[in-house]
């Protein structure tokens, strides 16, 4: 099966990001994994229902590395990724399965934000003005055409 493009849009961290260093094509390599779970809304009025999924995605490299740096449990984002079979054999019987890898994530909340939640705070209540804060890694990447995915399969 050819790769499947998924995105997923406002999406909350469900806990934190769990980063390991694995063995890769040219020595180790950063791996983290993070849960996001994200709301879908369905009919109208009353009949109004919301549907919440969660997806189990892997970032590889440098984009690891940053998110288990900047983000945490309840963390704002947005990903782009692919969606990719995982089956295999086991015992003579194949397992199926799936594997969401990260290509783009983009971090939406701020870093007074940020920082409030790793440090158990509810908001941006530390008197820090967005003129005296550094910009967010996200607010300092290159545009999308001219960035190479951070991300290798091991």
Do not use: C
């Amino acid at each position: 099966m050819a790769n499947v493009s998924v995105i997923q849009r406002h999406a909350h961290l469900a806990g934190a990001v769990k980063l390991e260093f694995v063995n890769g094509r040219e020595g180790k390599i950063a791996k983290a994994v993070l849960t996001a779970i994200s709301n879908t809304r369905r009919g109208s009025g009353e009949a109004r229902e919301e549907e919440s999924t969660a997806i189990q995605w892997t970032l590889w490299g440098k984009q690891a590395e940053n998110a288990a740096e900047y983000l945490s449990k309840g963390s704002h984002v947005n990903i782009v990724g692919r969606l990719r079979n995982n089956n295999y054999e086991k015992d003579g019987e194949t397992v199926y399965g799936m594997a969401f890898t990260a290509e783009e994530i983009d971090y939406l909340d701020s870093r007074a934000e940020s920082e409030a939640r790793r440090n158990g705070g509810t908001g941006a209540e530390g008197g820090t003005t967005s003129a005296e804060r550094p910009s967010t890694p996200a607010a300092s990447r290159k545009p999308r055409s001219a960035r190479q995915p951070a991300h290798a399969d091991a």
